[in-house]
């Protein structure tokens, strides 16, 4: 809510003085006797508060002008970037403007339009407006010298000056500062026009924050529709994957089968979970584990959502699309099949750490009929209902390695790290090299290991020995057991399934290649 | 679990006749966050988001609402601010912040509107914030006027009773220490005060600093005809939000706190006042000696406690952590409050059967008190049990509960512990959905020494992520109950689990009805295949899996022709049992009936608030003072006989 706007500027006489407000008194009060007192004459003195106390029958202004006025018309320093003040539980935000030109006296124009806002009012939204409305008030008078003719016009009265606003009298600036603060605090919106080549836009718009960054293996589901394609402007990438979101594939298959760039794709739906067009959800398969939370609670007493989860869980098979005759049944008939709404809440409250889907699904066949498991899953993880539960996978120290970090930690002097066997160092040393080969060639930044796209054949291949990994991937596996990436990432990234790679860590090869890995869930 | 508060700088400025004066300010070269400023943010919420290119704008990040002007053409000629320093290595003294100091003076020395109120300015992006004080109106800083120190004092002292429990992180003890202190004002005491520095006595500055500072005090501030007497000063906190609260937060922990300590101080013994003497001097010969900036600094650090103290604020605050400083050899605490610690939302109230669990060890705990034997909070750490609630303490110590509240509430606020429901090992423990995973290869050795012949932190964690039981049945025997707990003590302390609450309603006439005819059908159906929106087609590769794979359909009905019936009548669940309604009200003593334990039936009122999906189940034992198994079983009884419907989460 925008309290009041006022234009100020620095008075080559008066000093800061303000010339409109709106609403006429909220700044300097009309003060019929000190007509003239009332403009502080001194930029430097700013102890002189209480000089300008309003009359009894005025409402208080908002803000003390003369208390703050160093700051709102402050050093040429400062001017031409956001300044705002708190001031009285009101935060006065400004641009202020010093335009220097041969013309003015003093060779300087000094001025600023600042907007009152509660203190408590985040402020944020508000500084473009400032920013803009500073611009379009400097070209007002760059261009066409508005803000300085305006004070020679006959008639026109300042601030405080009784009969203030004149209207009527030429100056435009009080009716732009009354539609602006009108206009914004109705709609969020405003548009003043002082001539055809001078309009004011404004829209008070919050800032969205900007959302991580999506990863490969994250699921990308339309939430809510895209805009007709006439009214929104589709940039050629989206065009392009938009027939494969589907709730189903993840961002690393939308690329490879609409045959974009990973990093386009990454972008283009970072851009609709911006706008809320997208939810990203994690992949789903059946060794995921959900578990419930504490929102289940609101579902549980909400008919409304019960109702909704039950339309979207429902199966919807092709064979009964095709007839829509046999749609109209009897209603004894139909109703055996619907899902009940106590087998939903049943569902969601019975599902914990132990058990992954797929044992979840064979325990729950009965109640599960007709329920399609992955919409049910995609239900309770939009409406938080649920909460997956990741796997991480961190390599445990070596020994080696183990006296070098963790030596400030554990004084435990490890005796038994044995000098380690020429085969071993050089296979050490094989890989140091590769890890830096690895790093300096790929795109992804050395500091945050990303995994590189895998795209140019797979290393691995599940012959009748089961997986096989190649050195290079071996690379990239070790930089994803750290504990920050969740299976999902690391195996849409290894391009492996969860279990023929927990298989192979946990082999024979894995083992020796990779050394034990702590697999912990969270 | 730290949150960035965006602090860049801090400032101290000083008002005498001749003008406002910057006297300090840490660091010599305050950086830019960047990313937070509010230039930036303007860029980003634009539809397009330029993620690629957010490392390389770190410096432009302020310029950018300067384009907006530049766009239209704006006259003004003006140095471009800079940050850095000349190719020289000379630091242009003149500006901070890129700032004329001249500029920034006349900013931040606000006219008596402002004193002893919030200020805060916000600069392209930089936000000021500070508490200015001024001296009385006849320009004297003496303590005639009583109102502030009582102020200053009501906030000291809290609970008289436990005057001597202070730890050295509270400012509490400061009452005496500086009454002792008031009388010697020279600057050994304050050297040896502010413990962490050393104090450069030959120094010819510090000797005039000292011969200004005593005479100061000896002639008290009636000598108020001194040119250069401060008749303000003003403590700012500069720093880039990215939220507006931080600035309140900023404010109202660090800001105004320090002004205060500061104010009193300076009435005492014109400490301020002597101090940016100090600190005006070194700047004024560092000057005129052509001295390198950051030796300058170096000699105001060494020569003045005051830019010690604002130099440890600073630095302790902005990562986060607490400030213990001494002003005056008074000892002050600042520190922004965490989130989590805050006692002020409901939820972490300190009641009676809530428990504490502490995040240090308790001899580092007791290391850190001054007076470790004596002190009734080193008793209650040294006593403290993760297991026993606040009320059971309180029993044990012999100590009134008042007290014992006020002891965790100290230690909550000084982030050595936090709130937690007593562990029990009856209670369930699950995975912590933030657990620091990436921490384990560091925790292990750790954890390692302390529980060697124990199972492993992997092994632990995997226990307890698995299918949710009891923490008591992982413990092997009786004898091992006590470092099970230390164990689990240690996960929760390193958030690695939680505990895992049951909720749960009372559910009325639960029917066996069960469609066998669906079971059947489902069974000798094979899924069909199909497309839908959602419904991709099948791949062998995919880890995701469509929908043909996951559901089990129906053959013959169109789904949105179905009649969906209204909750089926056979279920029935009372939400609210503490108000039900006529009809729920039969029910509940229906169930009441049908109950075949006669003390369940007794106490069945006494249950029946917990059973409204809010209230855990575990909390019913120490809330009702019921035996815990008893609670279990009953609720298991409940669920039996299909009285109950329960979801479990953390």
Known sequence: MLKAVFYTRFHPTHGPSVIHQYPPDSIVPSNKNTKTSDLPSDLENTDNDGATAPSKDLPEPLVTFSSISASIIPAYELCDAPLSICSNGYRVLGLPVSLEDAKYERNRFTFNVAFVLDESTDAQPWHRIVAKTAAFFTALEVEDGVLQAEEESVGLKWAGQEGYPARGVGGKIFEVLEALVGQVNGCGEACVRVSDVHVLNLRLESERVAPPEVKGCEVPMLVRALPAEDLWTRDLTLLRILPYINGVRHVQRIAEDADVEMELVQRAVRELVLHGHVRLLDLFHFQAIYVATAELKNFTESDKLQEECRKYVINTSASSQDDLSTGDQGDSATSNRVPKLEDLRNLYSSLTTEQPLHDFVLAHTTQLTNIDIRRFITFGLVQNLLRRIHKYGTLKPTSAQFSSEGASLSPVKLSTSKPKSNEAAVREFDRAWKRAALSSGWATPPSEPRPPLLMSGRSFRSGAGGVEIGEEEEEVLRGLLDGRHCFDEVCVAMRMAEGKLLGWLKGRQGRERMGEVVVVCR | ?650
């Open chain 2, 1 to 650: 679990m730290k949150r960035s508060n965006g602090l860049i700088a801090v400032l101290i400025l000083t008002r005498s006749k001749p003008g406002p004066k910057l006297v300090f300010h840490y660091p010599a070269e305050p950086q830019l966050v960047g990313s937070n400023s509010c230039g930036e943010h303007n860029d980003c919420s634009d539809s397009e988001l330029e993620y690629d290119e957010e490392p390389e704008r770190e410096g432009s990040g302020r310029d950018s609402p300067r384009e907006v002007t530049s766009l239209v053409n704006t006259v003004a000629t003006q140095p471009e601010r800079s940050f850095s320093h000349d190719a020289n290595g000379h630091s242009d003294s003149d500006s901070v912040l890129g700032y004329h100091v001249d500029s920034l003076e006349k900013l931040l020395s606000p006219g008596r509107w402002s004193a002893r109120k919030k200020f805060e300015i916000c600069l392209d992006g930089i936000t000021f914030v500070g508490h200015p004080v001024y001296a009385s109106d006849n320009g004297s800083w003496s303590t005639q006027d009583h109102g502030t120190p009582a102020e200053f004092e009501a906030e000291r002292v809290t609970t008289p009773t436990l005057g001597r429990l202070q730890t050295s992180t509270d400012c509490n003890e400061a009452a005496p220490t500086s009454k002792a202190n008031v009388t010697i004002a020279a600057p050994e005491t304050v050297g040896q005060a502010a413990h962490d520095f050393t104090h450069i006595p030959e120094s010819l500055d510090s000797q005039r600093g000292l011969s200004l500072a005593t005479s100061m005090t000896s002639t008290s501030t009636a000598s108020g005809a001194l040119a250069e007497q401060m008749t303000m000063f003003h403590v700012v906190f500069a720093h880039q939000p990215h939220r507006q609260s931080v600035t309140s937060d900023v404010y109202q922990h660090v800001a105004k706190k320090l002004a205060k300590a500061l104010h009193y101080c300076q009435k005492q013994t014109n400490y301020v006042g002597v101090e940016c003497r100090r600190l005006l001097a070194i700047k004024a010969k560092a000057k005129h000696t052509k001295m390198p900036a950051d030796e300058s600094l170096k000699q105001m650090l060494e020569g003045s406690g005051l830019a010690w103290a604002l130099k440890e604020v600073f630095e302790r605050v902005s990562a986060g952590e607490i400030a213990g400083i001494r002003l005056n050899g008074m000892e002050l605490s600042v520190q922004i409050p965490q989130v989590e610690a805050s006692t002020s939302d409901g939820k972490n109230i300190l009641g009676p059967h809530t428990g504490l669990l502490l995040l240090e060890d308790k001899d580092v705990l007791l290391r850190q008190l001054s007076h470790s034997d004596a002190s009734p909070l080193a008793y209650f750490i040294r006593e403290h049990a993760a297991t026993k609630s606040l009320q059971k303490q309180s029993t044990s110590l012999n100590m009134p509960f008042r007290d014992v509240q006020y002891l965790a509430r100290h230690l909550i606020k000084w982030r050595k512990a936090q709130i937690i429901a007593p562990l029990h090992r009856r209670n369930m423990y699950t995975s912590n959905s933030e657990a620091p995973i990436d921490q384990i290869r560091k925790l292990m050795p750790v954890y390692g020494q302390r529980f060697a012949s124990l199972p492993s932190l992997p092994q632990m964690l995997k226990v307890l992520s698995g299918k949710p039981i009891q923490y008591g049945l992982v413990i092997p025997s009786r004898d091992h109950r006590a470092p099970y707990m230390e164990i689990l003590a240690f996960l929760i302390r390193h958030r690695f689990v939680m505990q895992l609450k049951t909720y749960g309603w009372l559910k009325a006439d639960p029917s066996p009805y069960n469609s066998l005819v669906r079971s059947s059908k489902a069974k000798s159906k094979r899924p069909v295949s199909g497309v839908s929106l959602l419904s991709p087609h099948g791949d062998e590769d995919s880890m995701s899996v469509s929908s043909e794979r996951t559901a089990i359909p129906i053959s013959d009905v169109q789904a949105d022709n179905m009649t969906f019936d209204k909750p089926s009548p056979d279920e029935f669940i009372i939400f609210d049992p503490s108000h039900p309604t006529e009809d729920e009200s039969a029910m509940l003593e229906h169930i009441r009936e049908s109950i075949p334990d006669p003390e369940l039936r007794e106490r069945f009122s006494q249950l029946l608030p917990y059973f409204d999906g809010e209230h855990a189940f575990e909390e019913i034992a120490a809330e009702e003072a019921m035996k815990r198994a008893k609670v279990e079983e009953w609720a298991a009884l409940l669920d039996r006989e299909g009285h109950l419907l329960t979801f479990r989460s953390v």
